[in-house]
């Protein structure tokens, strides 16, 4: 598997079009695919055990953090569920693209 491309990082909203477009870009080399759920960029991943959906957690938080960018996320034992949305934009942005495949990297 080959880890994703980089997206541009803008915080401005993006329409229906595009939005499919860096999606399509997205699922292209993903694991599984990310979709569109309550508007915004969803996927849920399963790991072997809690300390290992953890891990993943822990090394997602570093990499939101130095983005200054936040998932909305929930674990529960092995199960982690990841939402992306900018909020102050109103809607699904480059931002969260961008974020979305450094996350499928930390897959890799």
Known sequence: MSCPARFNMSRAKLDAESIARALSELNASAASPWNLADGKLHKEFRFKDFVEAFGFMS??????????????????????????????????????????????????
């Open 59 to 108: 090394r997602v938080a570093l990499v939101a953090e130095s983005m200054d960018h936040h998932p909305e996320w929930r674990n529960v034992y092995n199960h982690v569920v990841v939402d992306l949305a900018t909020h102050d934009a109103g809607g699904i942005t480059a931002l969260d693209f961008t974020l979305a495949s450094r996350i499928e990297g930390l897959s890799c």
